[in-house]
């Protein structure tokens, strides 16, 4: 079964409105407003009390493909809460690099994000960090001084305020060449419980960014690898990469009621994995590469899990209108009044990446809905 042309137009109009780069509020800066300082990478979460968490990662200036030598990097994984947009986020918990060491020491913390596990009523914390260890001896050579591999690993707690460094182990990792590098982490739990990870992996030469997926069954400790790409890449914009972000199901109103269940899923792309040169005399437009990726979507039924249909396949949806376009890391929750809410990393005139959000009220979702 597809979704008709009106439906998708109706997806797609919900997207743009959501993730609106004129009307989005800065609700974390990054701790300097100069290119290669942002904040994101994470989720957002509403507890029953209705408080909302919000995570991610602060990154300082560095270069992946030249090590830590080049800059700090991302060196700080904070969780904030806020009851209200018109609130300021508050910090109430961060890990360092030294307290995110377990295995090896860190080199860089990346994307992340907060999980509450209904079987366990506990919250759970996928956090991506580069660790300090060595390349596989056939690959060894390639290797750049400074620099790891990327893994995923998995903390929990009570509530936020209580996730305990000391339940920390690793939960996605590879040993492939054409997957070497796990981040980035977007974690939910399906209808039988099951918890689906997606993640991003990277080659050992860094030249694609692909989202793969490991699955947990539920009452199981233990992770098991299902796809190394759930999305594959488009022609043109997406060309080079295709991270998934978000994924959100649709409300059961207007044109969806009587669908199966379904979602959208936000993704970043690009098309090059460095900045390309552009002809002066033919039309200019943002690329996305590695660190300034752009923003897309796509959708797919619930019960036809991890088949995924893009919606954007000619150009990106979100792009911002600073910088360099870079509009990624989506993160979007329909609230318990049922509004919607999302956030997201956009580029600034300055070259900073903070978190900025976004809110749809109930009525203007119904609204895109029910044309």
């Known amino acids: 079964m597809n979704l008709k042309n009106e439906q998708l137009d109706q997806l797609r109009e919900l997207g743009l409105r959501l993730i609106d780069q004129r009307t989005a ?7 300097k407003e100069e290119s290669g300082y942002w ?3 994470g989720n957002i979460i509403q507890e029953e009390n209705g408080r909302i968490l919000i995570c991610g990662r602060y990154r300082n200036a560095g270069d992946s493909t030249t090590g830590v030598g080049a800059g700090e990097r991302g060196l700080e994984f904070s969780i904030f809460e806020v009851g209200s947009l018109k609130e300021v986020a508050s910090k109430i918990l961060s890990f360092s690099k030294h307290d995110l060491a377990h295995t090896s020491d860190i080199v860089s913390i990346e994307g992340g ?8 009523d506990r919250i759970e914390l996928f956090i991506s960090t580069e660790k300090k260890i060595a390349y596989p001896k056939t690959l060894i050579n390639f290797q750049k001084p400074g620099t790891g591999v990327w893994t995923v690993d998995l903390l929990h707690g009570s509530n936020a305020e209580s996730i305990d460094l000391s339940t920390i182990q690793t939960v996605a990792s590879s040993c492939e060449g054409n997957t070497l590098h796990v981040k980035d982490p977007v974690a939910f739990q399906s209808k039988d419980g099951n918890t689906e990870l997606l993640y991003c992996n990277h080659p050992f030469s860094w030249s694609s960014s692909n989202t793969g997926l490991t699955s947990r069954k539920e009452n199981d400790n233990t992770f098991k690898h299902r796809s190394d790409s759930i999305l594959a890449r488009g022609n043109s914009w997406d060309v080079a990469c295709s991270r998934i972000t978000e994924r959100l199901q649709i409300p059961k109103i207007g044109s969806f009621s009587g669908t199966p269940n379904l979602s959208l899923y936000f993704y970043d792309g690009a098309e090059c994995l460095r900045s390309l040169d552009q002809n002066p005399q033919a039309a200019k437009r943002p690329r996305g590469y590695s660190c300034e990726e752009l923003g897309g979507l796509a959708w797919g039924w619930d019960d036809d899990f991890p088949n995924i249909h893009p919606i954007s396949t000619e150009f990106p949806l979100f ?3 600073h910088g360099t376009g870079c509009s990624r890391y989506v993160s979007s929750i329909f609230l318990q009044n049922d509004d919607l809410l999302a956030t997201w990393q956009q580029a600034q005139p300055d ?15 119904h609204r895109i809905l029910s044309n």
């Open 39 to 41: 904040f994101g990478g």
């Open 319 to 321: 792009i911002s209108p």
């Open 113 to 120: 994000c907060l999980l509450q596990n209904k079987q366990t």
């Open 25 to 31: 509020k800065i609700l974390v800066p990054a701790k």
């Open 351 to 365: 070259g900073s990446q903070p978190l900025v959000a976004n809110q749809l009220e109930k009525s203007e979702v």
